[in-house]
């Protein structure tokens, strides 16, 4: 079992960058693969970008791509997520999960843990 603590979150104007952190905890951090999602007011929770087990493989949801990175620190069992250019669209709780299984992914429930998420909020 891995719990996931999420932090970095804040209030930031358009365009400008926030990188938020999932500090992980429990079982080692390599032996899952990693993903953010967000949730917006009124919204359904959706995906915005997962890591590979390996780390050698990651994706990012087509509203985010270009702005967003994704990484992680095996050292410091944390994964990132490096958000630039940020938009008031982008405004949403970020929750860290992880994943036992490495395929597939684009899904909440292809996710075995959540964090408690971190607030986003981006004025216009």
């Known amino acids: 079992q891995v719990q996931l603590v999420e932090s970095g979150g804040g209030l930031v104007q358009a365009g400008g960058s926030l990188r938020l952190s999932c500090a992980a905890s429990?079982?080692?951090?390599?032996?899952?693969?990693m993903g953010w999602f967000r949730q917006a007011p009124g919204k359904e929770r959706e995906f915005v970008s997962r890591?590979?087990?390996?780390?050698?493989?990651?994706s990012y949801a087509d509203s985010v791509k270009g702005r967003f990175t994704i990484s992680r620190d095996i050292a410091k069992n944390t994964v990132y997520l490096r958000m630039m250019n940020l938009k008031p669209e982008d405004t949403a709780v970020y929750y860290c999960?992880?994943?036992?299984?490495?395929?597939?992914?684009?899904?909440?429930?292809?996710?075995?843990?959540w964090g408690q998420g971190t607030q986003v909020t981006v004025s216009s």
């Open positions: 999960a992880a994943a036992t299984r490495d395929y597939g992914l684009d899904y909440q429930g292809d996710y075995d843990y």
């Open positions: 429990g079982r080692s951090f390599s032996d899952y693969a």
């Open positions: 890591l590979s087990r390996t780390g050698g493989s990651s």
